[in-house]
Protein backbone atom coordinates (compact mmCIF):
# COMPACT_ATOMS: atom_id res chain seq x y z
CA UNK A 1 0.00 0.00 0.00
CA UNK A 2 1.39 3.73 -1.49
CA UNK A 3 0.53 6.89 0.32
CA UNK A 4 0.10 10.16 -1.38
CA UNK A 5 -0.53 12.77 1.40
CA UNK A 6 -1.40 16.44 0.38
CA UNK A 7 -0.23 19.02 2.76
CA UNK A 8 -2.66 22.18 2.79
CA UNK A 9 -2.08 26.01 3.52
CA UNK A 10 -3.64 26.45 6.98
CA UNK A 11 -4.58 22.79 7.80
CA UNK A 12 -3.03 20.98 10.27
CA UNK A 13 -3.54 17.81 9.15
CA UNK A 14 -2.95 16.11 5.74
CA UNK A 15 -5.13 14.70 3.24
CA UNK A 16 -3.82 10.92 2.56
CA UNK A 17 -4.78 9.06 -0.28
CA UNK A 18 -3.96 5.30 -0.40
CA UNK A 19 -3.62 3.32 -3.86
CA UNK A 20 -2.23 -0.36 -3.97
CA UNK A 21 0.12 0.05 -6.67
CA UNK A 22 3.22 2.07 -6.65
CA UNK A 23 2.65 3.14 -10.27
CA UNK A 24 -0.72 4.59 -9.44
CA UNK A 25 0.52 6.35 -6.50
CA UNK A 26 3.30 7.66 -8.77
CA UNK A 27 0.82 8.81 -11.56
CA UNK A 28 -1.24 10.69 -9.02
CA UNK A 29 1.84 12.27 -7.38
CA UNK A 30 2.95 13.63 -10.63
CA UNK A 31 -0.88 14.22 -11.42
CA UNK A 32 -0.68 17.06 -8.43
CA UNK A 33 3.09 18.33 -8.60
CA UNK A 34 1.97 19.16 -12.18
CA UNK A 35 -0.91 21.26 -10.78
CA UNK A 36 1.07 22.93 -8.09
CA UNK A 37 3.59 23.97 -10.96
CA UNK A 38 0.98 25.25 -13.31
CA UNK A 39 0.60 28.00 -11.16
CA UNK A 40 -3.44 28.15 -12.79
CA UNK A 41 -5.14 27.17 -9.60
CA UNK A 42 -8.16 24.17 -10.43
CA UNK A 43 -10.08 21.80 -8.89
CA UNK A 44 -8.30 18.09 -7.69
CA UNK A 45 -10.10 15.21 -7.40
CA UNK A 46 -9.43 12.16 -5.50
CA UNK A 47 -11.49 8.72 -5.41
CA UNK A 48 -11.17 5.77 -2.76
CA UNK A 49 -9.76 2.55 -5.16
CA UNK A 50 -12.26 0.18 -2.54
CA UNK A 51 -14.96 2.69 -2.48
CA UNK A 52 -15.63 4.46 -5.80
CA UNK A 53 -18.45 6.77 -4.18
CA UNK A 54 -15.90 8.39 -1.42
CA UNK A 55 -13.87 11.16 -3.25
CA UNK A 56 -12.63 14.42 -1.84
CA UNK A 57 -11.94 17.74 -4.13
CA UNK A 58 -9.52 20.21 -3.11
CA UNK A 59 -8.40 23.25 -5.08
CA UNK A 60 -5.02 22.84 -6.14
CA UNK A 61 -3.55 26.58 -4.80
CA UNK A 62 -4.27 25.11 -1.43
CA UNK A 63 -1.43 22.63 -1.67
CA UNK A 64 1.56 23.23 -0.19
CA UNK A 65 3.57 19.83 -0.35
CA UNK A 66 2.97 16.72 -1.79
CA UNK A 67 4.94 13.36 -0.62
CA UNK A 68 4.52 9.52 -1.50
CA UNK A 69 5.70 6.77 0.98
CA UNK A 70 4.88 3.01 1.50
CA UNK A 71 2.96 2.22 4.57
CA UNK A 72 3.78 -1.05 5.97
CA UNK A 73 1.29 -3.34 7.31
CA UNK A 74 3.40 -4.11 10.29
CA UNK A 75 2.81 -1.15 13.16
CA UNK A 76 6.97 -1.74 13.85
CA UNK A 77 9.22 -0.71 11.78
CA UNK A 78 7.08 1.03 9.05
CA UNK A 79 9.02 3.78 7.11
CA UNK A 80 7.92 7.11 8.26
CA UNK A 81 6.88 9.88 5.77
CA UNK A 82 8.79 12.86 5.22
CA UNK A 83 12.61 12.69 5.47
CA UNK A 84 14.60 11.79 8.45
CA UNK A 85 18.40 10.93 8.91
CA UNK A 86 17.52 7.64 11.29
CA UNK A 87 17.42 4.63 8.63
Do not use: H, N
Amino acid sequence: MYVVELSLKLSPMPVAVQRKELSSAETLYGQVKQAMESGQPRLLEFSCEKEESKRVCLLSSEVVAVQIYEKSAMGGGSKRPGFSFDG
